[in-house]
Every structure is written in C-alpha cells, then in structure tokens.
C-alpha cells in the first residue's frame, strides 16, 4: 500500500491564485462595509451583492461555482467575482454552508 497524498494542496493554491486575481478581493480597492474575513460577490441578472464568509471557499459547492464563474466572466474585471446563477439557488446552497 502506498501513501495518499492529499488532494487539498492544488485546491489552496488554486484558490489563492483565485483570491490574487480577483480585483474585488485586492487591496487596492477599499470596501468598508466588507468585514474582515468575508468578501462580495455578485449574483443573478440584477448582479445583487452579497458578503460572504471567506471559508465558503472551503465548500466544493462553492467551489463548483468559482469554477462556473471564472468560465463565464474571468477574474480580470473591476466589477468582482460574478457569480452565474439565480440568486434564489445562491441563496438556498449558501444557507446550507453556514
């Protein structure tokens, strides 16, 4: 039997390149009302914002719609993370992370 790497490794760094390349995450743009430890994102066709906790980047879920999100608008806009879904469904999959 060999040893099993853990897969967690490309995933962290994954989403640290992530968290670089996000202009909504960067710091030379000021958002006072983000606390510490959380970020903005913006959802559906009306592109309402949310503050959500940093460890929902820990979620697969959340994860998954990173990954839709880079595919469907990139991660070089001044807007920040846009994420493409209805904001009914971002509701509903988020309240199960917390």
């Known amino acids: 039997m060999g040893i ?23 710091k030379k743009q000021s958002y006072g009302d983000v606390p510490k430890g959380h970020f903005a994102v913006y959802v559906g066709e009306n592109r309402t914002r949310y503050i959500v906790p940093i460890s929902f980047l820990a979620h697969p879920e959340f994860q998954c719609l990173l990954r839709c999100a880079e595919e469907e608008f990139g991660f070089d806009h001044d807007m920040g993370i846009t994420i493409p879904c209805e904001e009914f469904i971002f509701q509903s999959m988020t309240s199960m992370l917390r």
Not at 4 to 26: A, D, E, G, Y
């Open 4 to 26: 099993r790497k853990s897969n967690k490794l490309p995933q962290v760094i994954l989403f640290k390149q992530i968290m670089k390349r996000c202009s909504s995450l960067s």
